[in-house]
């Protein structure tokens, strides 16, 4: 029997990322989801938002349909 996955080259957070330390974040979405990691990736709002900065994952946890994912936010636009 086959697990559906995705596979992931940006981070789309839709604000429901969480803040752990200052640069620190961790985010959870639905099914099961493959990031790159340790490569700086682009976030954003929404997938079809400008970019917001970049990222870096640290670590990818899948647990009952679901991907956690623990990044740290290397850089960040500012809106000016």
């Not at 979405?29 to 700086?40: C, E, Q």
């Amino acid at each position: 029997m086959g697990m559906p996955l995705e596979l992931n080259t940006m981070i789309v957070t839709k604000g429901k990322e969480q803040r752990i330390e200052e640069n620190l974040f961790i985010l959870e979405k639905a099914g099961y989801r493959l990031y790159p990691i340790d490569i700086p990736i682009d976030i954003r709002r929404t997938i079809d938002a400008d970019s917001s900065g970049t990222a870096k994952i640290m670590k990818v946890e899948w647990e009952g349909a679901l991907t956690r994912i623990t990044y740290e936010l290397t850089s960040l636009y500012s809106p000016n």
